[in-house]
């Protein structure tokens, strides 16, 4: 009976896989616009992977009915606030199209309406949010919004509306995003929360103001096992497991194999190594030569 068997020249050791988690980043925003109807149309522009997309709906003496982006509907973070005589809510949507497309807010009647929206890459896409706040805060120049994160290294997005002079500006550790003056303004930590926690944005009024806060946390893209094999390496997984022989005569003996970490690669005569569908990246040996297999009986 034929056995295999593996010759590997050179020094070995066990080289463990890289959990790898991608990083929210912000990807663009768009400042408020606003209209008198039963409806407002403006665009927004999403880029990136992972992607979410947040809209601030401000409405006067109504609750919005729907809110779409690109024909799809979005979710309310249910934080939908009222500062007589206006509501305030937050909407989002994981994986937006990408591109430049439509968001529209709907009312019953007619009359004041104004959006806003910023969008990021990198974000988890199930379980948003990860945390939530709504309040009215207390009146006073310095507003903040607190919640605690559960994943780690969670972003976090802030709307304010201040009711008499409309106008906030980043507080410490806080970074305004989009802005209209008379209206509302949403902000971010420009960062991630490091371990999850307790996380706070601020803001600072003109006047002394009693503020709608909403504020809800996202996580990131959940890790990843990934392998790099270095430059000028083979890599070797376990033959028995991740190989099927191709050719049974002794003379042209050959075996294709596929490799979890990817990329193609030959070892020893008459013997391919060639990438697989397998995402699993377990422990790898590593070889700095050649590795050679050879038949025998």
């Not at 407002?40 to 990136?48: E, N, V």
């Not at 304010?160 to 002079?165: E, G, L």
């Not at 803001?203 to 392998?227: G, H, K």
């Not at 397998?278 to 030569?289: A, D, R």
Request: proline fraction near 5%.
């Amino acid at each position: 009976m034929k056995k295999l068997f593996i010759i590997i020249l050179f020094s070995l050791f066990i080289l463990f896989p890289n959990n790898s988690e991608a990083a929210i980043a912000f990807d663009t925003g768009t400042d408020p616009v606003l209209a008198n109807a039963t409806s407002l149309t403006f665009a927004h522009t999403c880029t990136g992977d992972s992607r979410i997309l947040f809209v601030t709906t401000f409405i006067r003496n109504d609750h919005a009915t729907g809110v779409t982006y690109n024909g799809v509907a979005m979710t309310s973070l249910g934080l939908e606030i009222y500062q007589d005589p206006d509501y305030v809510d937050l909407y989002y949507l994981i994986a937006p199209a990408t591109g430049t497309n439509n968001i529209v807010i709907s009312r019953e009647v007619s009359g004041l309406i104004i959006g806003g929206a910023v969008s990021y890459t990198g974000a988890k896409q199930s379980g948003v949010p990860d945390a939530s706040y709504s309040n009215l805060n207390d009146s006073g120049t310095e507003h903040s919004g607190t919640v605690t994160t559960i994943a780690d290294n969670c972003w976090a997005v802030m709307t304010i509306r201040c009711a008499s002079a409309g106008k906030s500006t980043a507080g410490e550790g806080t970074t305004r995003r989009i802005n209209i003056d008379t209206y509302f303004q949403m902000y971010d930590g420009n960062g991630p929360k490091t371990p999850a926690g307790s996380y706070t944005l601020n803001a600072i009024s003109e006047v002394a103001e009693t503020p709608v806060v909403l504020m809800a946390s996202f996580a990131p893209v959940a890790p990843t096992d990934t392998c790099t094999p270095p430059a000028d390496t083979f890599w070797q997984m376990d033959l028995q497991d991740h190989c099927t022989t191709t050719v049974s005569t002794y003379s042209d003996y050959g075996m294709e194999c596929y490799n979890p970490v990817g990329g193609s690669w030959v070892i020893g005569a008459n013997t391919e190594v060639r990438r697989g569908s397998s995402t699993n990246c377990l422990p790898q040996i590593e070889g700095t030569g050649v590795f050679s297999i050879q038949p025998s009986q």
